[in-house]
Antibody, heavy 117, light 110 residues
Framework: QVQLVESGGGVVQPGGSLRLSCAGS????????LHWLRQAPDKGLEWLAFIRHDGSDKNYADSVKGRFTVSRDDSKNTMSLQLNSLRGDDTAVYYC??????????WGQGTLVTVSS | QSALTQPPSASGSPGQAVTISCTGTSSDVGGYNYVSWFQQHPGKAPKLMIYEVTKRPSGVPDRFSGSKSGNTASLTVSGLQAEDEADYYCSSYAGRNGWVFGGGTMLTVL
């Protein structure tokens, strides 16, 4: 059974940093492109970042470009998202998802990031 | 403001059909056949219902169907059931701009 499990969320002060992880379970992330997305409280979904299956290409939403960095470690079956210079509007549930034909096929359960002083 | 435009709400009675629209531009919806639809129940992660405009993942009932004309994609739910009540989001690949979402539509089964 394909599962994705996010971790690393928590409360952080404005301007602070956090590192989120996404672990694959029941499948190998090797060979799959992956995404990060988020959903602010009572708001809609927002795509954040993409990393190609071989790590050769990364793409970011304008809202996080230059602040967030996506990476992957296939040997650990994980993907990560480094969040820097966090702001209040970064408060959200962060999801990782496995790509299928340029969409997000399988999602994790999400991890909550709260930016607050 | 979302890149794709969806109606904030839609409704229908059990057994009826309802269609939700998703309007973008030639840079996203109109430019690629990579439009997807997601169902999200409160407190749950989104679930892929339609991908590549018209395709259904395994396990998704055939009551759910997708289409596209120009810069507007649509999701039709036929034979509405109580469990279809949820938020629905469209998403489209947008080339070097990545991916974009609609603002979401709250579907109510009357």
């Amino acid at each position: 059974q394909v599962q994705l499990v996010e971790s690393g969320g928590g409360v952080v002060q404005p301007g602070g940093s956090l590192r989120l992880s996404c672990a694959g379970s029941g499948f190998s992330v090797r060979g799959y492109s992956l995404h990060w997305l988020r959903q602010a409280p009572d708001k809609g979904l927002e795509w954040l970042a993409f990393i190609r299956h071989d790590g050769s290409d990364k793409n970011y939403a304008d809202s996080v470009k230059g602040r967030f960095t996506v990476s992957r470690d296939d040997s650990k079956n994980t993907m990560s998202l480094q969040l820097n210079s966090l702001r209040g509007d970064d408060t959200a549930v962060y999801y990782c998802a496995k790509d299928r034909d340029w969409t997000y096929e399988d999602w994790g359960q999400g991890t909550l990031v709260t930016v607050s002083s | 403001q979302s890149a794709l435009t969806q109606p904030p709400s839609a409704s229908g009675s059990p057994g009826q059909a309802v269609t939700i629209s998703c309007t973008g531009t030639s840079s996203d919806v109109g430019g690629y056949n990579y439009v997807s639809w997601f169902q999200q129940h409160p407190g749950k992660a989104p679930k892929l219902m339609i991908y590549e405009v018209t395709k259904r993942p395994s396990g998704v009932p055939d009551r759910f169907s997708g289409s596209k004309s120009g810069n507007t994609a649509s999701l039709t739910v036929s034979g509405l059931q109580a469990e279809d009540e949820a938020d629905y989001y469209c998403s489209s690949y947008a080339g070097r701009n990545g991916w974009v979402f609609g603002g979401g539509t709250m579907l109510t089964v009357l």
